[in-house]
């Protein structure tokens, strides 16, 4: 089926802004955003996770990995909203998030960049620049989780599943049709740069169903509950907290 030209015009615009509003890369001053899906098996996938995942990426085998599901609750305007975060098709991608979430990082940051019009796109957040009041809102976006173990900015490499894939492709995107985890309304994926590894802590949520960005943004779980509370969401408003309410016993961490 054909796209209208301004349909066209506009997939083409904000696939744009996506890539090019890096949530990392210094020399890119807008910001990007990206969604989420479901599972397989955790009991099978467990013992297949450090078995399948190697070094094609470096530094990937220090990076934290969610072996199974997990809860996360994050609250937004006295709310609550409720996320499945799916290790089994992105064990580096969700276990960075659970992680990240667990340590704090996600309380009172800003939700950034809320896209509805012309259509409705994404609430993106995770900049940790946003926790400082006074810190100017127009280079929200350009931050990430800067780990203390290393002194500089934890960054995780592309990781999407392919339907029948033994394991994640990393660093490069793939063919959308193929993908496990998908841009359904109400998923939970990572904001990137240009550069493919170069997510950090900025997420969003889709408004939509986003098929356009499949194969090319991470997404690592999505919302089963509180779906009203994210269409709610405007910029500006912050993160009250997030925690981590079920399987954080599937977190494995680098000693």
Avoid: W
């Amino acid at each position: 089926m054909r796209l209208k030209f301004s349909q066209f015009l506009f997939v083409l615009l904000i696939f744009g802004a996506l890539t090019l509003g890096g949530c990392l890369d210094r020399d890119v001053a807008s910001d990007s955003a990206s969604p989420t899906s479901t599972a397989g098996d955790s009991t099978t996938t467990t013992t297949s996770v450090s078995e399948t995942i190697n070094e094609s990426v470096p530094g990937m085998k220090d990076l934290p990995k969610l072996e199974g599901k997990a809860t996360v609750v994050m609250t937004v305007n006295g709310s609550p909203i409720t996320i499945e975060v799916d290790g089994t098709q992105a064990p580096i991608t969700a276990g960075n998030f659970v992680d990240l979430v667990q340590k704090g990082v996600y309380d009172g940051l800003v939700f950034h960049r809320v896209v509805r019009d012309p259509e409705p796109f994404v609430v993106q957040g995770g900049d940790p620049q946003s926790k400082d009041p006074n810190f100017p809102a127009n280079r929200l976006g350009t931050g990430g989780y800067v780990d203390p173990k290393i002194g500089t900015e934890r960054r995780i490499p592309l990781e999407i599943t392919s339907q029948g894939a033994d394991s994640p492709t990393y660093g490069k995107t793939v063919d959308p049709a193929s993908v496990t985890l998908k841009h359904k309304m109400g998923a939970v994926a990572m904001a990137r740069s240009q550069m493919p590894d170069s997510a950090s802590s900025q997420f969003y949520f889709t408004l939509a169903d986003l098929g356009f960005l499949d194969g090319s943004y991470a997404v690592f779980g999505n919302v089963t509950e509180g779906f009203d509370v994210v269409n709610k969401i405007q910029q500006g408003d912050r993160i009250e907290s997030a925690k981590v309410t079920e399987g954080a016993e599937n977190l494995k961490t680098p000693e």
